[in-house]
């Protein structure tokens, strides 16, 4: 799999041992820093939802500034 920049994968969680446990886990790579991503599903009001966290892989990396320009509208689904 191509890894691209501002874009970022979710896996189903098989291996939840406690409630609290993400849903769901991945990873994402935002202006060339890659982090790790959780979601969990929840219920609203609304309906069903995800609540979405995001950490840093490791210290080392430093994000960079954003410009509009750095964003591909395309993937953004709203």
């Not at 849903?23 to 069903?48: C, F, M, P, Q, R």
């Not at 591909?72 to 689904?77: A, S, T, V």
């Given at each position: ?17 406690k ?24 219920e ?20 960079r ?14």
């Amino acid at each position: 799999m191509e890894k691209k920049d501002n874009s970022g994968v979710l896996f189903s969680n098989d291996k939840r041992e406690k409630e609290t446990a993400p849903h769901y886990k991945g990873n994402i790579t935002v202006a060339g820093v890659d982090y790790w991503l959780s979601a969990w599903v929840k219920e609203g009001k609304n309906g069903k939802f995800l609540g979405l966290a995001v950490n840093p892989k490791d210290d080392q990396q430093t994000p960079r500034k954003v410009s509009p320009k750095d964003i591909d509208n395309d993937l953004i689904p709203f």
